[in-house]
T-cell receptor, first 110, second 115 residues
Framework: DTGVSQDPRHKITKRGQNVTFRCDPI?????LYWYRQTLGQGPEFLTY????????KSRLLSDRFSAERPKGSFSTLEIQRTEQGDSAMYLC????????FGPGTRLTVT | AQTVTQSQPEMSVQEAETVTLSCTYD???????LFWYKQPPSRQMILVIR??????QNATENRFSVNFQKAAKSFSLKISDSQLGDTAMYFC????????????FGDGTTLTVKP
């Protein structure tokens, strides 16, 4: 297994557009996590899945954000009507106690 | 809610020397995990070391060791024989015993190892 992968690695979009990111976790991991990291800060928890069930969402996850993990494998994170404040690195991780992080998707909203 | 504080935004160390990164946390839980993650420049985050709160013995992984002081809620990372490849941002993180993967991170310490 090659680890956690994320696509795209970089995304530049204009304010108001919708974007979708994909995360492919390590295949045997049931739990999948999304974090957001802004420059100079540590990652902040957004949401997590146990198999296909989304079990918790942070208050950071406004109604413009939606995440899915339809078959308990890969996951998508969609941001609708992007705002400049959404510019950040979006990290995906899988695992249990020990988490394995993907390389992240860097979003720039212009 | 848990908080994690890293009071040293930046540190530097000479190659082959030892450096200690500080971390304090606050929680009301008795069962939890603590982690140190490394994020090299433009590369993904990797787990360096973890500590279970119920274990009194400090965790070690090769050149990396921790000093876990549960009563003081302190969790420092010691890197021995520093190498140029240790240059990275280091994050301290707290994981609840019920869902350790949902971690609370500090704001990180940028470590530079100088030749």
């Amino acid at each position: 297994d090659t680890g956690v992968s994320q696509d795209p690695r970089h995304k530049i979009t204009k304010r108001g557009q919708n974007v979708t990111f994909r995360c492919d976790p390590i295949s045997e991991h049931n739990r999948l996590y999304w974090y957001r990291q802004t420059l100079g800060q540590g990652p902040e928890f957004l949401t997590y899945f146990q198999n296909e069930a989304q079990l918790e969402k942070s208050r950071l996850l406004s109604d413009r954000f939606s995440a899915e993990r339809p078959k308990g494998s890969f996951s998508t994170l969609e941001i609708q009507r992007t705002e400049q404040g959404d510019s950040a690195m979006y990290l995906c991780a899988s695992g249990g106690v020990a988490q394995y992080f993907g390389p992240g998707t860097r979003l720039t909203v212009t | 809610a848990q908080t994690v504080t890293q009071s040293q935004p930046e540190m530097s160390v000479q190659e082959a020397e030892t450096v200690t990164l500080s971390c304090t946390y606050d929680t009301s839980e008795s069962n939890y995990y603590l982690f140190w993650y490394k994020q090299p420049p433009s590369r993904q985050m990797i787990l360096v070391i973890r500590q279970e709160a119920y274990k009194q013995q400090n965790a070690t992984e090769n050149r990396f060791s921790v000093n876990f002081q549960k009563a003081a809620k302190s969790f420092s990372l010691k890197i021995s024989d520093s190498q140029l490849g240790d240059t990275a941002m280091y994050f301290c993180a707290f994981g609840s015993g019920t869902n350790a993967g949902k971690s609370t991170f500090g704001d990180g310490t940028t470590l530079t190892v100088k030749p």
